[in-house]
C-alpha cells in the first residue's frame, strides 16, 4: 500500500492554520474586558473579576441558525449568517438578565475553503461586536465525507454574566405591559417552512424578491436583530421583569416561558404592522394566523413585560437606543397567550 498523509485522506492542516491567522483580526476587534488570552491555545481564559463582577452567576447558551444555513449555502451567500449565530445566543442570555461576556464558534466542513469559512467567522465577529461580547475561540473542524460537497454546518455557544438576585425573570404581576421589539425580518427560526414556501412561490432565489429590494433569496437572509445593548440598559434602568426572545415557536410559545404560574398574556395583533415579508410567506403559503403566530416572529423580536408606571419611560429609552417598540398588550390571570384583533 502506497504511504498516505492526512492530507491525501482530505484534511489539510495547512488551510486551518491559514484560517486562524486570517480571522485573528476579526477576533481580536472583539477584545473586551476580562479578555486574557488571544486565539490558538487550547483553551480560553475569561478573568470574571477583571470585567466588573464581584459575585456573579453565570448564565450559558447554545443555538445554531437552522436551515437558513442551507438557503445561505444555495445563495452563496454565508456573509451574515455569523451575525445569525451570534444573535441567537446573546439574545437569549439577556432574557436571563445577563450580560454577553465571551462567544466561541464550532464551524464543521467536508473540505475547508478558507475564503468561505472567513466569512462565516468574519460574521461572529460582527455579532460580536453588536453584543459587546469577545469571540474568544472556536473549533473548525474537517471530516471528509460527513458532509457534502460545499456544505458547513454551525454552531455557537455563548456565556454571560448576572450579579447574584438580579436575574430575570422576576416580578411579574397581572398588568404588566408588553414591549414588543419590532423584528429585521423572519430573523433565524421557520427556514424549514420558508424553504418550502419559496418552491410553492415558483420563484428561484435569484428573482426579485416582492416584498423587498434585491433578490428574493438576499431579501430572506436579512440577519438577526441583536437586542443586548438597549435591552441592557433598559434592564439597568429598573422596571423589567421579563423578556421574551421570539424564536422557534413564536409568539404562543415563547412568551409563556417568562410567566409564572397563574398568569398569562393578551396581545393586540394590531398594534404593529405585520412585516412585508410576513405578508407574503403567509398568503404563499396560505398559511393561516395561529400556524404563524407559533412559527414566525411576526415582526416582533423580543418582549419585554414591564412595570405599568415605567412603562413609558423604557419605551422611550429603547427607541431612543434605535429599537422600534409598540405597547402591544399586558399580562393577565390565566395561561398562555391569547389575542385580540387580526396580524394586518
Not at 429590494?213 to 422596571?239: E, K, M, Q, S, W
Request: aromatic share 6%.
Amino acid at each position: 500500500m502506497a504511504k498516505l498523509t492526512y492530507a491525501q485522506a482530505g484534511v489539510d492542516i495547512d488551510a486551518g492554520n491559514a484560517l486562524v491567522e486570517r480571522i485573528k483580526p476579526a477576533a481580536a476587534a472583539t477584545r473586551r474586558s476580562g479578555v486574557m488570552e488571544g486565539l490558538g491555545g487550547f483553551g480560553a481564559l475569561f478573568d470574571l473579576k477583571a470585567a466588573g463582577y464581584d459575585d456573579p452567576v453565570l448564565v450559558a447558551a447554545t443555538d445554531g441558525v437552522g436551515t437558513k444555513l442551507r438557503l445561505a449555502i444555495d445563495c452563496a451567500n454565508v456573509s451574515t449568517v455569523g451575525i445569525d449565530l451570534v444573535a441567537m445566543c446573546v439574545n437569549d442570555l439577556v432574557c436571563q438578565g445577563a450580560e454577553p461576556l465571551f462567544f466561541l464558534d464550532y464551524f464543521a466542513t467536508g473540505k475547508l475553503a478558507v475564503n468561505e469559512a472567513a466569512a462565516v467567522i468574519e460574521g461572529i465577529a460582527a455579532g460580536c461586536a453588536q453584543a459587546g461580547c469577545a469571540l474568544i475561540g472556536g473549533e473548525t473542524a474537517e471530516m471528509p465525507g460527513m458532509y457534502a460537497a460545499g456544505d458547513f454546518d454551525l454552531a455557537g455557544f455563548a456565556v454571560g454574566a448576572v450579579n447574584r438576585g438580579k436575574s430575570l425573570p422576576a416580578g411579574v404581576a397581572a398588568g404588566d405591559v408588553l414591549l414588543g421589539l419590532a423584528s429585521d425580518g423572519v430573523h433565524s427560526n421557520g427556514y424549514s417552512l420558508v424553504r418550502r414556501t419559496v418552491e410553492a412561490s415558483g420563484l428561484s432565489l435569484d428573482a426579485p424578491a416582492p416584498f423587498a429590494d434585491g433578490p428574493l433569496g438576499n431579501a430572506l437572509l436579512t440577519p438577526t436583530r441583536i437586542y443586548v445593548a438597549p435591552v441592557l440598559a433598559a434592564i439597568r434602568a429598573g422596571g423589567v421583569h421579563a423578556l421574551a426572545h421570539i424564536t422557534g415557536g413564536g409568539l404562543t410559545e415563547n412568551l409563556p416561558r417568562v410567566l409564572p404560574e397563574g398568569l398569562g398574556a393578551e396581545i393586540d395583533l394590531g398594534a404593529w404592522d405585520l412585516p412585508p415579508v410576513f405578508r407574503w410567506l403567509l398568503e404563499t403559503a396560505e398559511l393561516d394566523e395561529a400556524e404563524a403566530l407559533k412559527t414566525y416572529n411576526c415582526g416582533i423580536g423580543m418582549i419585554a413585560a414591564v412595570a405599568p408606571d415605567r412603562a413609558e419611560v423604557l419605551a422611550s429609552l429603547l427607541r431612543e437606543a434605535g429599537e422600534t417598540v409598540h405597547v402591544i398588550g399586558h399580562v393577565v390571570p390565566g395561561k398562555g397567550v391569547s389575542y385580540r384583533g387580526r396580524l394586518a
